[in-house]
């Protein structure tokens, strides 16, 4: 039997257990813990209730775009390759009705406009291109991106030089860039166009133009029309746009007009343009198709592993 004394203190032992308890259960840190919970859980509940389409069921693909194929689905298909003596009149045919762009060049009006020769470019006689035109000697050379004709009247001499009888198909629309005729005040700005009749003159003045011939259009368009017709190169050089997008277009379609043991290679891979977008391009085509980056100057060339 239980006195009343004995009641009284076991009730006060089990307040000084239960306080006791409490004490190490909530201490700072705990109860801290607990209202981040359910401030976290209120939020929960508060946003399902303003956004009430929320299905918490609803399962989500999550995308890897490191194997997205998009990013590699270029025309895969190309025409049946052209012979390579039947390269220029294709284009000719193709582009300009079968006759050739320098015929009766430079008409009266266009004559007073032009430089006799003014032949401007970056790394356009570097030895990059005496090393591959000896190492491949093509029949075709594809140029995308030309300026005003440097590299590709350097070429041409090189090819000359060797007795090769070589075409060079040189891809650029003769735009440029918004602003380069002010940082290049002797091309003048003739119906919109600004590069094409200077780059025609100084093919004209060194007697090219049976080995260089041009394709007016952007570089998108003109390698899509080139693997149509089945022109290919075994050589093909790129240095058109240097940011990483149009680098990359432009590598990946190059790569469809590539002859069996042709050499594709570029300019401008050490250039800071775009957070270095040549070289990220090159790099991530390499590693893609299994080849090695090799550096020539500003120059770069694909081996293979």
């Known amino acids: 039997m239980i006195t009343t004394s004995s009641a009284i203190t076991t009730t006060a032992g089990r307040n000084r257990i239960t306080t006791t308890f409490y004490h190490h259960i909530f201490t700072k840190p705990a109860a801290y813990f607990l209202i981040i919970l359910l401030s976290y859980y209120l939020g929960y509940l508060s946003a399902l209730s303003k956004n009430p389409s929320y299905n918490p069921h609803h399962h989500y693909t999550i995308i890897n775009i490191t194997t997205d194929i998009d990013h590699y689905n270029f025309q895969t298909h190309c025409a049946d390759p052209v012979p390579p003596e039947l390269v220029r009149q294709t284009i000719l045919n193709r582009i300009f009705n079968g006759s050739s762009p320098y015929q009766d060049f430079p008409q009266a009006h266009i004559k007073p406009l032009l430089r006799h020769k003014w032949i401007k470019g970056w790394g356009s006689t570097g030895l990059v291109f005496k090393n591959l035109i000896n190492k491949v000697q093509p029949k075709t050379i594809i140029e995308i991106g030309t300026f005003l004709g440097a590299s590709a009247i350097h070429m041409a001499e090189l090819t000359h030089q060797l007795g090769l009888q070589t075409q060079i198909l040189c891809i650029d629309d003769f735009r440029g860039w918004p602003g380069l005729p002010n940082r290049f005040q002797d091309i003048k700005v003739i119906n919109g166009d600004t590069m094409l009749y200077q780059f025609m003159q100084n093919v004209v003045s ?45 590598i990946n379609r190059a790569y469809k007009l590539l002859r069996p043991g042709g050499i594709l290679f570029g300019h401008d891979y050490f250039t800071v343009t775009d957070n270095r977008g040549v070289r990220r391009a090159v790099n991530m085509f390499s590693r893609v198709n299994g080849f090695r980056v090799k550096a020539d100057g500003q120059h770069w060339v694909l081996d293979s592993i």
């Open 206 to 250: 060194v007697n090219a133009s049976e080995s260089v011939v041009l394709l007016p259009f952007s570089t998108g368009w003109a390698l899509v029309k080139l693997c149509e017709w089945g022109v290919f190169g075994d050589l093909i050089e790129v240095d058109a746009g240097h940011d990483f997008h149009s680098t990359w277009s432009d």
